[in-house]
């Protein structure tokens, strides 16, 4: 049976006593809402369906920002990202909030206010570390009770994919023109489709130039493929001098992005940017003839719709084929 009483002018404790249940006490500035609080729990542990929010209503996102940082952020590939994500929230209006308080409107409210500095993918990135924030505490962490609000709004229209393909003569001008680290880069990074950070991270202990492969260990999506190796990227890296770190590359991910970027803009090369190599080079195996399946084995794409977004066919090359 529940006990309300009255501590000082605006305060309404409630305190619900039942067998095999833990005690449960809230206060409320009205009685009505106590009343309506206590009738709720009630009726739910009448019904047997009672699940406390005792450790939600006591935990703030902030809190449990921090221990997600510690506990998950470390096991996943992405953790820098999602290290600096997690920074953003902690500063936000919602994260002195209790995890039981924070609903689908009030996260509603963050996308919307982010939209307006931000790049849905960015905000899309953000609310996908707090829905499985909400997941991990509430099937790991005991917050069995807690409804995870990110479930109950829409997520950011995502952009439609790049389209940027190279035009006739744009390779050789920055083949011609990239510095002597980054020339081959360019050069792997279009035979083989890998990622940037795919290329400055492979080790010769990984590439087999008799066999003609590369295997690398980590991705993107944390799973390890074996890439294959055209007779022209053979040849790129035969050329290149052996390094007494074991690295193929001499350029870092960040360096060679900021070279690129050096490079396309001394050359006046419009809206192009290092990673729609990869779509160029997606694009170019399946013109080679290359079915669906054995492009994802290269490219490392899971769905077709993935591969999808990063394959541009031209009409006139399809025209050739039709005849």
Request: hydrophobic letters at 35%; zero cysteines.
């Amino acid at each position: 049976m529940a006990s309300i009483r009255k501590r000082g002018p605006y305060q309404w404790q409630v305190k619900i006593r039942r067998r095999g249940y833990p005690l449960q006490s809230k206060t409320f500035e009205t009685e009505d809402d106590a009343k309506k609080w206590a009738r709720l729990i009630e009726s739910e542990m009448d019904r047997g369906i009672f699940v406390s929010q005792a450790e939600a209503e006591r935990t703030t996102l902030a809190d449990a920002l921090d221990r997600y940082r510690r506990e998950i952020t470390p096991g996943k590939k992405g953790g820098k990202q999602e290290n600096s994500r997690i920074n953003i929230l902690s500063k936000t209006s919602l994260a002195p909030r209790f995890l039981a308080t924070i609903k689908g409107s009030d996260i509603a409210k963050y996308r919307d206010e982010r939209l307006l500095e931000r790049s849905p993918i960015t905000v899309n990135n953000e609310l996908i570390l707090l829905s499985h924030l909400f997941t991990v505490a509430r099937k790991e962490w005991g917050l069995e009770g807690l409804r995870n609000p990110v479930s109950d709004i829409r997520k950011p229209k995502q952009p439609a994919g790049r389209e940027r393909r190279l035009l006739p003569g744009e390779e050789e001008q920055l083949l011609k023109s990239a510095p002597v680290k980054l020339r081959p880069i360019i050069v792997l990074a279009l035979e083989t489709a890998m990622r940037l950070g795919e290329l400055t991270e492979l080790n010769w202990n990984n590439v087999d130039l008799t066999r003609k492969i590369a295997h690398l260990t980590e991705t993107k999506n944390g799973s390890a493929r074996t890439v294959p190796l055209s007779s022209r990227a053979i040849l790129e890296l035969k050329a290149i001098p052996r390094r007494l770190d074991g690295k193929v590359f001499g350029y870092s991910s960040n360096t060679s992005s900021k070279a690129f970027a050096a490079l396309v803009k001394n050359l006046k090369l419009e809206d192009l940017r290092f990673h729609d190599l990869r779509h160029e080079a997606t694009s170019r195996l399946f013109e080679k003839g290359l079915n669906p399946m054995e492009v994802a084995s290269i490219t490392g794409h899971k769905t077709l719709q993935m591969l999808q977004r990063y394959t541009h066919l031209r009409a006139e090359d399809l025209a050739v084929k039709l005849g």
